[in-house]
């Protein structure tokens, strides 16, 4: 059976080693960024490079996209050169992380436009995951929709589950980045009080593994906070608190989120230091009261 051509807007700290992972599976691949040097190595590793979105969908059985928030998403598909203007593709497959009720909006429009199907499947696991193919999806869409993308993202995923319709998705990964968000925080939170009692934080892993403390967060962060190493970013500040805004303004007015409006104002002031763009693991930073 023939392998559909894929189209992959958006070659960041996400979507780079994620168009990696496709074209190791054999996949043809068309990359489009907005800063078009951010394609060069996909390009280098045999992906081909389209000129606009539209160029990209003209190449493309189906498109996939990991963009930094819905405003970028609907510029890639609705705005001048869009993937909107081109029939032919069969559907859209979103990695980014948005606001539910704009992912049914958005999906509509598309569909109207050039009869396109929409699943979106943000992800959690970070660039580590992304980069081994062990990426968990939270996926929305038709079971339709959804039979035929499931295939293609098993070269990206250790997990990929169907949530319900469209949208389902984008609600699942706010609750991930509740516990996500929360947990960031609080490992903050400990590494900056172990150093101040006089505890050595670099040992944090080692002698909590395995216990009621332990996550996938802690293990990752913990040592990155307590020697203040924030090379090769594992996700940007900015990035998070995007999400945890979405998630008080989706459900603030009906859900209670004390932990997540405390995390959210640590990213904030994080963010406010200078580090939006930073590695997550700056929240130790602001702890401290360094800029």
């Avoid at 168009?19 to 280098?44: F, I, P, Q």
């Avoid at 293990?219 to 906070?225: D, G, N, T």
Wanted: hydrophobic share 45%.
């Amino acid at each position: 059976m023939t392998m559909p051509r894929l189209g992959y807007l958006g070659t960041g700290l996400m979507g780079e080693p994620m168009v990696m992972n496709l074209l190791k599976a054999g996949y043809e691949v068309t990359v489009w960024n907005r800063t078009a040097s951010k394609c060069d190595a996909a390009v280098a590793a045999g992906a081909r490079r389209a000129e606009s979105p539209a160029d990209l969908a003209r190449q493309s059985d189906v498109v996939m996209a990991c963009l930094t928030n819905a405003a970028a998403v609907e510029a890639v598909l609705f705005g001048e050169n869009g993937v909107a203007e081109v029939t032919g593709p069969e559907m859209f497959i979103d990695f980014s992380s948005m606001d539910p009720g704009l992912t049914r909006e958005f999906g509509a429009r598309l569909r109207a436009a050039n009869g396109m199907g929409w699943v979106d499947a943000p992800v959690s696991g970070g660039t580590p995951a992304a980069t081994a193919g062990t990426l968990t999806i939270m996926a929305g869409g038709s079971a339709a929709d959804f039979a035929r993308a499931e295939p293609l993202m098993a070269p990206l995923a250790q997990k990929v589950t169907h949530m319900g319709d469209l949208g389902a998705g984008q609600m699942t990964k706010l609750v991930n980045q509740i516990i996500a968000g929360c947990t960031m925080a609080v490992v903050a939170e400990a590494v900056n009080f172990a150093r101040v009692m006089g505890v050595d934080a670099t040992r944090l892993t080692e002698a909590l593994a395995g216990g009621f403390a332990d996550s996938k967060p802690f293990q990752l962060l913990a040592p990155r906070m307590a020697t203040e190493s924030f090379e090769n970013p594992l996700g940007t500040v900015a990035m998070m608190l995007k999400d945890l805004d979405t998630i008080a303004a989706v459900g603030g007015a009906e859900a209670e989120l004390p932990m997540t409006d405390s995390a959210r104002a640590l990213m904030q002031a994080t963010c406010d230091l200078g580090h939006a763009e930073d590695d997550i693991s700056t929240l130790i930073l602001t702890l401290k009261g360094q800029p």
